[in-house]
């Protein structure tokens, strides 16, 4: 079984290596996140201050919440598009007799290989990076700028476990699928593989949503007078309406995330109905759209790390604007603290997703070639594939930031100065901006550097 291993992750170089890229870079943040914690917790100890204890622990569990959570996501989304785009490989495996067992072993095996080479990287490149990374603290103006960086003997381990282990939980559908759906269904499927909605997904969805839900409610529960001194003390008012701006901007981000959850009916839905509502019928924007929604569940794929970044900036920033509109204390800074492990992964996820579905992508523009298509026609095609990809993930952080201005506004009765404030306009443009640049020069530029006959390229496997 290790040599099937070997041999199949050289046969399929190119997929693994953009899949060891995405587990490096997750893993390197991981690493980071642990380090810089760490760092901060030691160094607020030493001080003998409890309140930097509590900032320490404050910006640890931001930072998990928030860039470890995107992280998580891409990760697995990353892998299992991995996995995914090989099933013919799968399929052919067993036709040749290989039980669904073992190859279920197989995959994930590669897929730990991935995510332990990924973790290694990643932990080892985190200490020079995590200096750096303790740029973006200066503007929360707690810790020094020469914070001492300890790195703990955990470190390294914990690195490379958390990172393989979102790795396999990406791949283990995948790997589900592979091993149970029948060989000539699975080669039939093999241009697009169908994906489905597990029962825990929706479980998921369901605590989030009830999140979203129970929230406005929490300030009606009647409290004892222990428990309201507790929070007298601790200095909470559950009806300061800066409280509530804050806490209401964040329900954008739960809302998002169960959305993320279930992208067949989310992400979907929302690429095929904005698509439809373009009135264009040239021919490179007809194959675009075809394509993007016949490989609907590779799209999905590519579209999260999109979605992620302009929804967590928005939603992140509304809470912020929100809270900064009502006056209240102590209003959130250091969004660059947060934002810039979530905008570098998503980065590399949308990249990597991209770029490994770009021999797949190269055969059908061929085809087109062969048919009578134009080359410039092929390549408009092309750069449309990933506008599309790009502007749905970018609707879905939109409609996120719309959806927790609303809810801050209504839910601390700031009416429209607060839903004003909680629209990032500036940051939204620019973030959408990257994100539409990548995807277009992901896709377009191998296609326009390709120097292979039409011919060549038909030929070329997946």
């Not at 991935?114 to 200066?138: C, D, E, F, M, N």
């Not at 095609?381 to 879905?396: H, K, R």
């Not at 429209?416 to 443009?429: C, D, E, F, H, R």
Request: hydrophobic letters at 55%.
């Amino acid at each position: 079984m290790v040599t099937l291993i070997w041999n199949d992750l050289r046969h399929h170089a190119r997929q693994w290596l953009w899949s060891l890229l995405v587990a490096t870079v997750g893993g390197a943040i991981i690493g980071v996140i642990i380090t810089a914690w760490y760092s901060a917790l030691s160094w607020a100890q030493a001080q003998g201050s409890a309140e930097l204890v509590n900032a320490s622990h404050l910006i640890g569990s931001n930072l998990v919440s928030y860039a470890g959570l995107a992280t998580a996501v891409i990760l697995s989304t990353t892998l299992g598009l991995t996995v995914s785009a090989q099933q013919r490989s799968h399929a052919l495996w067993k036709v040749l007799g290989i039980p669904g067992s073992r190859i279920r072993r197989i995959i994930l095996g590669q897929v730990g290989v991935i995510g332990l080479l990924g973790g290694a990287i990643g932990a080892v490149a985190s200490l020079p990076l995590v200096r750096l990374y303790l740029l973006t603290w200066r503007e929360l103006e707690v810790f020094p700028p020469d914070l001492p960086i300890i790195m703990p003997g955990f470190g390294v381990p914990l690195t490379i476990a958390v990172t393989t282990l979102f790795c396999i939980l990406g791949g283990m559908g995948a790997a589900r699928r592979a091993a149970s759906v029948p060989e000539m269904q699975a080669l039939r499927e093999a241009s697009a593989p169908r994906t489905r909605t597990r029962w825990w997904q929706w479980v998921i969805v369901a605590v989030l949503v009830l999140a979203v839900v129970v929230t406005p409610f929490d300030s009606t529960v009647p409290l004892n007078e222990a428990e309201r001194a507790e929070l007298v003390a601790a200095g909470v008012d559950l009806n300061d309406p800066g409280e509530r701006a804050v806490t209401g901007g964040a329900m954008g981000l739960l809302a998002a995330i169960a959305g993320l959850c279930v992208p067949n009916w989310t992400l979907r839905p929302l690429l095929t109905w904005w698509t439809a509502l373009v009135p264009g019928r040239s021919p490179a924007w007809f194959a675009a759209r075809a394509n993007a929604r016949h490989r609907a569940s590779l799209s999905m794929t590519t579209i999260v790390p999109f979605a992620i970044a302009v929804a967590m900036t928005g939603t992140v920033y509304a809470a912020v604007g929100a809270g900064q509109a009502t006056g209240a204390q102590g209003s959130v800074n250091g969004f660059l603290t947060v934002g810039v492990p979530i905008f570098l992964i998503s980065g590399v996820g949308g990249i990597a997703n991209i770029a490994m579905v770009g021999r797949a992508r190269r055969q059908e523009g061929a085809l087109l070639g062969v048919i009578g298509a134009r080359t410039g026609t092929v390549l408009a095609s092309t750069a449309l594939e990933g506008v599309i990809y790009a502007v749905t993930g970018i609707v879905f952080g939109l409609a996120a930031t719309a959806f927790s201005a609303i809810y801050a506004a209504l839910y601390s009765g700031g009416g429209m100065t607060v839903l004003v404030a909680s629209v990032p306009v500036g940051l939204l443009a620019l973030v959408s901006g990257i994100s539409l640049a990548l995807a277009v020069a992901t896709t377009w530029l191998p296609a326009q550097l390709d120097r292979r006959s039409l011919m060549d390229n038909l030929r070329q496997p997946v």
